[in-house]
């Protein structure tokens, strides 16, 4: 079974969040706290793939497992933001100017604008709010990946 699924079928991370809803946070909270524990984790990557929610994640950590990649074996971390917001933030945290680890992205294509500038102003783009988010190994899902 994989390690994202546990043997009831039920989702390893929803089942955190909702552990920590049990003990009195609330869901936005919950969310935010296993965020930010991925965040943490993936201190020693090499890569990280930044995505915008849990969701976006679940489904990454799936499909790469489904095609036999264990992906944190590989240096590998898929990092939920939280939303497009708080891409910045992450860009800071794991780009040149933080980690400095290879950083990779998939985002909702209606939020490009945003995830450009946040790349430029994070250090990773021309610094003209002008290129490609792909250019940079960051791409937009027409749908949502999930």
């Not at 898929?78 to 780009?95: M, W």
Request: net charge negative.
């Amino acid at each position: 079974m994989s390690g994202f699924v546990h043997g009831d079928g039920s989702l390893a991370v929803e089942s955190e969040v909702s552990g920590l809803v049990a003990a009195g946070h609330s869901r936005i909270d919950a969310t935010m706290l296993v965020i930010e524990r991925s965040t943490i984790e993936a201190r020693d990557a090499r890569t990280v793939v930044l995505v915008e929610g849990l969701s976006d994640q679940i489904a990454v950590e799936v499909l790469a497992d489904r095609q036999g990649r264990v992906l944190r074996a590989e240096g590998t971390f898929v990092v939920p933001t939280g939303g497009v917001t708080n891409f910045e933030r992450l860009l800071r945290v794991f780009g040149p100017s933080g980690r400095d680890v290879r950083l990779l992205g998939l985002y909702d294509s209606p939020v490009e604008d945003r995830i450009r500038r946040s790349l430029d102003r994070a250090g990773l783009g021309r610094g003209d709010g002008l290129a490609s988010p792909a250019s940079v190994g960051f791409y937009g899902c027409v749908t949502d990946l999930e």
